[in-house]
DNA sequence: TGAATATATGAACAAACGCTCATATAGTAA
DNA sequence: TTACTATATGAGCGTTTGTTCATATATTCA
């Protein structure tokens, strides 16, 4: 695909391809050292979706309580407020990015943290929105 | 608000208030202890956002861009394929959030990181998803 | 002044998301 | 086995999100 396909050219109408690739570019030299210092897609995915399972209010509280000690799902549900269904929707989600793991304990599943990386992530993001 | 007004009762038809309270909380003092450090609301709200704003696809790829150096809006659009207004759409939210800002020369606005957060925070991101 | 350029903003819309409800599965104990 | 409990899963639905298009604003220069 052209690097130009989609950028927004202002007033036109209909245009050619050739016309679409009449595109601005300030800083050739910027745009292709970036395009070639990117990350591959599928770390780039990874990345986000990462980010992402921690950008929800739900799961960042459910992290959050982990931090501090193991806790099964029905626990959650009621510090929550929400329902037993949907903590274990959230718990899936974190689990498939290994974010958090489980131990049986009969028909009780205690959940806590993976690795240090969500405490971590949560103590840097925590110092640059109290600055 | 009751803390079990939304726990789920399986098999449940039309319940009174009181029925809907008898939820299951296995573990009463961890559940307890848990809201009493749990983060403020505020807090809670702005580091959602700050991952969230990391959470997603084109604004990984400016963050990631800008950490290397400055750009302007159009070169972004130009290395990520999307239209200049997308990229100004984004990059808005970034700094409402304090994690870009720009500095302007002529007409031209040249975007940066505005702290060491956003690097961190993907440093440890890249450790989590590469193990 | 007026034209041109770079960026910002608002509306509209498709896609993704998070919740609940209903149901299924897994483990325990009678 | 059957009953009970804890958790998981799939469908459905309202809300949020990210994009584009059209337009507005801001800066520079003739």
Redesign the interface.
């Known amino acids: 695909?052209s690097?130009?396909?989609?950028?927004?050219i202002r007033g036109s109408g209909l245009k050619t391809a050739k016309d679409l690739c009449e595109?601005?570019?300030?800083?050739e030299d910027?745009?292709t050292?970036?395009?070639k210092?990117?990350?591959s897609p599928e770390?780039?995915?990874?990345?986000?979706?990462?980010?992402?399972?921690?950008?929800?209010?739900t799961r960042?509280?459910i992290l959050?309580?982990l931090e501090?000690?193991e806790?099964?799902v029905?626990?959650l549900?009621?510090?929550l407020?929400?329902?037993?269904?949907a903590v274990s929707h959230q718990l899936r989600l974190l689990r498939t990015l290994?974010?958090v793991t489980n131990r049986r304990e009969g028909t009780?599943l205690y959940y806590s943290l993976a690795?240090m990386?969500v405490s971590?992530?949560?103590q840097?993001?925590?110092?640059?929105?109290?600055?």
């Open positions: 695909m690097v130009c396909s989609y950028i927004q595109c601005r570019v300030i800083h910027k745009v050292k970036a395009r210092t990117s990350l770390i780039t995915e990874k990345l986000c979706q990462t980010f992402k399972a921690l950008g929800d209010n960042l509280k959050w309580a501090k000690e806790m099964c029905c626990d549900a009621a510090m407020d929400v329902t037993e269904s290994r974010l009780i690795d990386h971590q992530l949560v840097v993001a925590l110092e640059h929105v109290q600055e």
